[in-house]
């Protein structure tokens, strides 16, 4: 297996602190990533839930968008399918041009992806090592601090401050061999927000020789602003994004990482072939519409506020979101609580270990979260 790696990339691989041994396990993550359990969104959410979830249940558990691509990225989707017998690359030079030209970064400091589990993961293997450690805050998402595990890197959590923000300057202290900071603005699973001058401090204040990888997942439902500008100052960052949240995407796949060509390129050792072509046209027809950002952001805050109206009415605490999650509590084991609103058909998300009476919750649609606010108050009576 190992056969599969070139002299220059087993010495590189042995420069970062990894065993002999390793060079297999790298060997088989490049043929097809066969071997390396790829944690997202969705997966997880199964993993902690009931399977064979029934069709007409609320689904309100992996974060996902109800509303699925805007219509104009619908019918673009649709036109490229007859064409979906070549590779048409183009398409995703084209996507990777629009978001470049949307964040004002140089094209080459967009590398596209099937989503931004991948990049993610691809980020940590890069950067990470058995002496390079992965920080992450607690309550936090947990995709790139299971990657670091597989591959035996430390992995270094760090509680969010008194108002769920990332406590940047305990993470910058966390660990001096750090090898990737990660920050996800706004966080998951509790929707809270990090202070773009918090973001800007880490970036000067983190250990030398580590990357921030600051994931923006959920950034367009929130005010936050994009941190693209870092990027294009040349700063030591590698922004995430995903068309799987406000874009509705999440099973047509697109995402794109942005950073500093050098940065990008230690990720693409890991590098699989052409992205699907329907992801692709979807991403750049959806950044083409001009609305759609501030539109669908208003539409999900209006039945955010409707459903935290409900929960502060009937004395459910829930922690405030800048998101489409939010955090609420059970005051119970949130398993317990997860499993009895299954029963109401309703499928709430996962609990974290350092919060266990709490569960995350999705914004679904007005009519989903009227389904929720009947389950939950039953439940919680
Ligand atoms: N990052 C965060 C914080 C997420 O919550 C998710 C999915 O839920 C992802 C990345 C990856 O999403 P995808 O692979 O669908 O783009």
Redesign the pocket.
């Known amino acids: 297996m190992t056969n599969l790696l070139s002299g220059e990339e087993q010495k590189q691989i042995l420069n970062r602190g990894f065993s002999r041994r390793s060079l297999g396990k790298f060997a088989s993550i490049l043929t097809a990533g066969a071997a390396l359990p790829f944690y ?2 969705s997966a997880m959410a199964q993993l902690s839930m009931v399977k064979d979830i029934p069709a007409d249940a609320v689904k309100i558990n ?2 996902e968008n109800p509303l699925g691509p805007c219509p104009e990225a619908a019918d673009a989707i649709h036109s490229i399918v007859q064409k979906g017998g070549r590779y048409l690359y183009d398409e995703t030079f084209n996507f990777a041009g629009t978001l470049a030209g949307i964040e004002g970064v140089k094209p080459n400091y967009v590398i596209p992806y099937a ?4 990049p ?1 993961h691809r980020a940590v293997l890069a950067y990470t090592s058995p002496t390079k450690s992965f920080v992450v805050a607690d309550p936090g ?1 947990e ?1 790139g601090g299971r990657a670091a595990e597989y591959v035996g890197a430390k992995v270094v959590k760090v509680p969010l401050t008194k108002s769920f923000a990332h406590d940047v300057r305990a993470m910058a202290e966390a660990d001096p061999n750090a090898g990737v900071i990660y920050v ?1 603005n706004p966080n ?1 699973p509790t929707g809270t927000l990090t202070s773009r001058a918090d973001i800007e401090w880490i970036l000067a204040n983190k250990p030398k020789g580590s990357v921030l990888l600051l ?1 923006e ?2 950034l367009h439902f929130s005010d936050a602003t994009p941190c693209s500008d870092m990027v294009a100052a040349d700063k030591e960052l590698i922004i ?1 994004r ?1 068309f ?1 949240k406000l874009f509705g995407m ?1 099973g047509l796949r697109a ?1 794109a990482a942005i950073g500093r060509p050098d940065l990008l390129a230690k990720m693409q050792m890991y590098s699989a072939g052409a992205l699907p072509v329907t992801g692709m046209v979807g991403a750049k027809v959806s950044l083409q519409q001009k609305s759609l950002v501030a539109s669908r952001k208003k539409a999900m805050r209006a039945i955010r506020a409707d459903t935290f109206d409900f929960l502060a009415k009937n004395n459910i605490e829930f922690i405030p979101s800048d998101s489409n999650c939010f955090m609420l509590n059970a005051k119970r084991s949130a398993h317990e609580f997860i499993g009895a609103m299954a029963k109401e058909k309703v499928y709430v998300g996962r609990s974290w270990p350092s919060m266990p009476t709490y569960s995350r919750i999705t914004v679904g649609t007005a009519d989903e979260m009227a389904k929720f606010q009947a389950a939950a108050k039953k439940v919680l009576a």
């Open positions: 997202n969104e992996a974060n989503g931004s589990s991948d993610l998402y995709a996800c998951n994931d997942a959920y995430l995903t799987s999440a995402g």
